[in-house]
């Protein structure tokens, strides 16, 4: 285990993790990481914190933040922007990665995830990989951000808050076959409170705030919730399955089945 003292830490690239090494910070706030690590590409590099092909480690009781400024002169490239990045696959790129189960190898506890620049910025952004995610924070700000990034991966999301602000923002964004489990769980987004591409959601005793978006053949499973929120793209290669879904006035959702 290492453990990092109370301070900001502020990198000049990102900061990989490795495999049955722990890194435990002071507490949220009081130990903070940071960097300002936008790349071109979606990779590794993008992120603050990285756990490329780590498994039995896990971080908790910290601050990890990335102040990537977006590019807004000129031909504007995607810039992408993260604090914590997962995956599992044979390089350092987080582009069609042969997808590995990591069940709870990988964690995150007690963690504040933030991003707030890029022009495609998320908190933690999953690939390919499946960590436990308890008691964490992820938040992000700017153009096509999401709080939460699922691509091919089925993490386990207890008390877990996420939330996007911006032009194009969920939540949670789940693509690419991704089946993630959220429980206990906020969620929000400017446009999107939960937004499903190809993906499967199970959510549970959670709050939702933006409404529900699925597509491309999605299914979310709803379970006493709070939404908060219109319901989008439901057709009959998507489905949407509610049980006791209930609006602000704690009357059943009409509009969630």
Not at 5 to 15: H, K, S
Not at 39 to 45: C, F, I, T
């Amino acid at each position: 285990m290492i453990k990092i003292a109370p301070g900001t830490y502020t990198e000049t690239e990102t900061v990989a993790l490795r495999s049955f090494v722990d890194v435990e910070g002071s507490g949220q706030g009081v130990t903070t990481i940071t960097c300002a690590c936008g790349s071109a590409s979606l990779d590794v590099s993008a992120a603050t914190v990285s756990a490329s092909n780590v498994i039995h480690a896990e971080i908790r009781h910290l601050t990890i933040a990335n102040t990537t400024i977006a590019n807004t002169t000129g031909i504007v490239n995607t810039l992408y922007s993260t604090g914590v990045a997962t995956h599992q696959g044979d390089s350092g790129s987080m582009k069609n990665v042969t997808a590995t189960q990591q069940g709870d190898s990988f964690s995150m506890s007690n963690v504040t995830a933030t991003a707030t620049g890029g022009n495609s910025v998320s908190g933690v952004t999953n690939v390919s990989s499946s960590p436990l995610m308890n008691n964490v924070t992820a938040t992000a700000i700017g153009v096509n951000s999401a709080g939460v990034v699922n691509s091919d991966s089925s993490p386990l999301m207890n008390n877990v808050t996420a939330i996007a602000i911006g032009v194009n923002s969920a939540g949670v964004y789940n693509q690419a076959g991704s089946s993630p489990t959220i429980r206990n769980s906020y969620l929000e987004g400017d446009t999107h409170g939960v937004y499903n591409s190809g993906s499967e959601t199970k959510i549970q005793n959670s709050e939702i705030t933006g409404g529900i978006t699925l597509v491309s053949e999605s299914e979310a499973l709803v379970a006493t919730t709070l939404l908060r929120g219109s319901v989008t793209g439901e057709t009959g290669s998507s489905t949407l399955e509610c049980f006791q879904v209930y609006g602000e006035d704690f009357k059943k959702r009409k509009d969630c089945k």
